[in-house]
């Protein structure tokens, strides 16, 4: 894939395309689009939260190979590829972060699962390091992030176990 400066290629949100891979237009919002776009995945996956396990994993599953096919598309559509702008996959990592919340502490889940998310995200500790510096393309962009989403929903499920057992 030809890289292209960052700067020059930019998004179109009114393709629809780029609109979904952008995470409905959050991840234009700067500084730090790749935080908006997982503070603004946050409804969505509260909005799941009913849906019994099984069907949630089978929307993640579905929502990655998806993230895999839009991402690439738009990655080579603006010829760079892993666009600052492009946040499903921080979406859909949220979404392994906050799999399996307790309903009585979904707000407090939320908010853990967010900063254990971008801690992961961000700092790309060991495999998710790995995955981002070998990976390419749509499978590129979002494995890392569905693997850091993994590592933050094992902690956040560690943490609150740890709480019950406390109390």
């Known amino acids: 894939m030809v890289t292209a400066n960052t700067a ?22 700067r500084p730090a689009p790749g935080t908006w776009g997982s503070l603004a995945a946050i409804p969505f996956i509260l909005a799941l939260q009913g849906l019994s396990t099984p069907v949630y994993t089978l929307i993640l599953f579905l929502a990655t190979l998806f993230g895999i096919w839009v991402c ?30 307790p309903a009585e502490h979904q ?18 500790p060991g495999p998710v390091g790995w995955l981002d510096r070998n990976l390419r393309g749509g499978m590129g962009i979002m494995f890392d992030d569905v693997l850091a989403g993994i590592f933050a929903g094992v902690c956040l499920q560690l943490a609150f176990f740890g709480w019950a057992w406390m109390i």
């Open 8 to 29: 020059e290629a930019q998004p179109n949100p009114r393709r629809l395309l780029h609109f979904i891979a952008c995470g409905f237009g959050s991840g234009l919002m």
């Open 107 to 124: 707000f407090l889940g939320a908010a853990l699962g967010f900063g254990l998310f971008r801690f992961f995200d961000v700092v790309k």
């Open 72 to 101: 690439q598309r738009v990655s080579e559509d603006l010829g760079v590829d892993d666009h600052p702008a492009i946040v499903w996959d921080e979406f859909v990592g949220m979404g392994f972060a906050l799999i399996c919340l």
